[in-house]
């Protein structure tokens, strides 16, 4: 089993197990670091979804920096066991949804919407661009998108990269809504 922390908030330093799984990439501490000093420590009422869950590094870490809702997304059978694994660790945050789906399946069904959706899919599969249209059904209007992907991405429907940053292969990013 892998492993990864919490970085910050009511769970910092809970270690999460997850699984070997086909291009499962959790976000490495410094980058989660960055991540949260762009948005501000805290999630404080916050709705968020981790559309590729992988190892819930994302989800669990916005649940533990205080978000009131925190919906993850994850298909492959193993690593949605561990979701609910750690789910279970945290002495079940009632913050926090598991859903077993296809990420293209729920922007297309959900009538949730969020403040943040945290977005790293498996790279070389086209998954972006067949999201982008998808989006904007289930984001507030003032909602940010974090993004990571083997290349630096510009925009994302009317959402535009504000901040930015690349470490090792990985290139992430936050993006708002552009302004009329």
Same mark, same amino acid.
């Given at each position: 089993?892998? *492993?990864?922390?919490?970085?910050?908030?009511? $769970?910092?330093?809970?270690?999460?197990?997850?699984?070997?799984?086909?291009?499962?990439?959790?976000?490495?501490?410094?980058?989660?670091?960055? @991540?949260?000093?762009?948005? /501000?420590?805290?999630?404080?009422?916050?709705?968020?979804?981790?559309?590729?869950?992988?190892?819930?590094?994302? /989800?669990?870490?916005? #649940?533990?920096? /205080?978000?009131? !809702?925190? #919906?993850?997304?994850?298909?492959?059978?193993?690593?949605?066991?561990?979701?609910?694994?750690? %789910?279970?660790?945290?002495? !079940?945050?009632?913050?926090?949804?598991?859903?077993? /789906? =296809?990420?293209?399946? $729920?922007?297309? *069904?959900?009538?949730?919407?969020? =403040? @943040?959706?945290?977005?790293?899919?498996? $790279? !070389? !599969?086209?998954?972006?661009? %067949?999201?982008?249209?998808?989006?904007?059904?289930?984001?507030?209007?003032?909602?940010?998108? $974090?993004?990571?992907?083997?290349?630096?991405? =510009?925009?994302?429907?009317?959402?535009?990269? #504000? %901040?930015?940053?690349?470490?090792?292969? #990985?290139?992430?990013?936050?993006?708002?809504?552009?302004?009329?």
């Amino acid at each position: 089993m892998n *492993s990864v922390r919490i970085i910050g908030g009511e $769970y910092r330093r809970r270690v999460l197990k997850f699984p070997d799984s086909e291009g499962l990439r959790p976000t490495p501490d410094r980058v989660r670091e960055t @991540l949260f000093n762009w948005l /501000g420590q805290e999630l404080d009422g916050w709705s968020c979804l981790d559309l590729f869950a992988g190892s819930g590094a994302l /989800g669990f870490e916005a #649940v533990s920096r /205080g978000a009131a !809702k925190v #919906v993850m997304v994850e298909q492959a059978p193993r690593v949605l066991a561990a979701l609910h694994e750690n %789910r279970e660790l945290l002495h !079940k945050p009632a913050a926090l949804e598991i859903i077993r /789906g =296809d990420a293209l399946q $729920y922007l297309a *069904s959900s009538k949730c919407r969020f =403040d @943040l959706i945290f977005l790293d899919p498996p $790279y !070389k !599969k086209g998954w972006i661009p %067949r999201l982008e249209p998808l989006l904007p059904g289930v984001m507030n209007e003032d909602a940010a998108i $974090y993004v990571e992907a083997e290349h630096e991405i =510009d925009a994302l429907g009317d959402w535009r990269t #504000v %901040r930015h940053g690349k470490a090792g292969e #990985v290139h992430f990013q936050l993006m708002r809504r552009e302004a009329a």
